[in-house]
């Protein structure tokens, strides 16, 4: 925090430590592969990061059902995005590097403080379904301040084009 300077910090440096401690304990309560969050040069939370990697072989005999196709991994994100959607998720089918993928980017509106009123997020989650290995990639993007869609949804989109797979052979 110290990085930040007297002047750079928009919030107190308590607010952030607590912010920090707080986003930490949330994004690693399932134990996912990578969870980050990113912070702008004043010291408030732009974008929270999780990338996660589920298998369809849960008990390791290679006998597990087959990996959801695209679009089957379309269907299992829009049940995921539920019913608190504002309009239509946005759905495509980019190529990348580390796969075939779905994208589906929507803004979620939550109830707050008894349901006095409503906090919308947006989210960006893609499923990547990396060639020759049976599980699927997800990795999710969710921010609340709306003015930064259209650059998160960028960024996103570059840090998602450098992802690349390499499966690992598992062995005595």
Do not use: C, H
């Amino acid at each position: 925090m110290e990085r930040y300077g007297p002047r750079g910090l928009a919030i107190e440096k308590k607010a952030l430590f607590e912010d920090v401690a707080n986003r930490a304990t949330a994004l690693n309560a399932d134990g996912p592969i990578m969870a980050a969050v990113f912070y702008s040069g004043t010291g408030e939370a732009v974008v929270d990061f999780v990338i996660d990697s589920y298998l369809d072989d849960v008990d390791g005999d290679g006998q597990g059902p087959p990996r959801p196709d695209l679009d089957e991994a379309r269907s299992l994100l829009l049940d995921w995005v539920g019913s608190d959607t504002t309009g239509e998720p946005e759905v495509t089918y980019p190529d990348l590097d580390a796969g075939p993928a779905v994208r589906l980017r929507s803004q979620v509106s939550t109830k707050q403080l008894l349901g006095l009123w409503r906090q919308d997020t947006g989210s960006l989650t893609y499923a990547v379904l990396p060639p020759g290995v049976r599980s699927i990639v997800l990795a999710s993007f969710t921010w609340r301040n709306m003015a930064q869609t259209e650059k998160v949804a960028q960024l996103a989109g570059e840090l998602m084009a450098t992802l690349q797979v390499t499966p690992v052979e598992s062995g005595p």
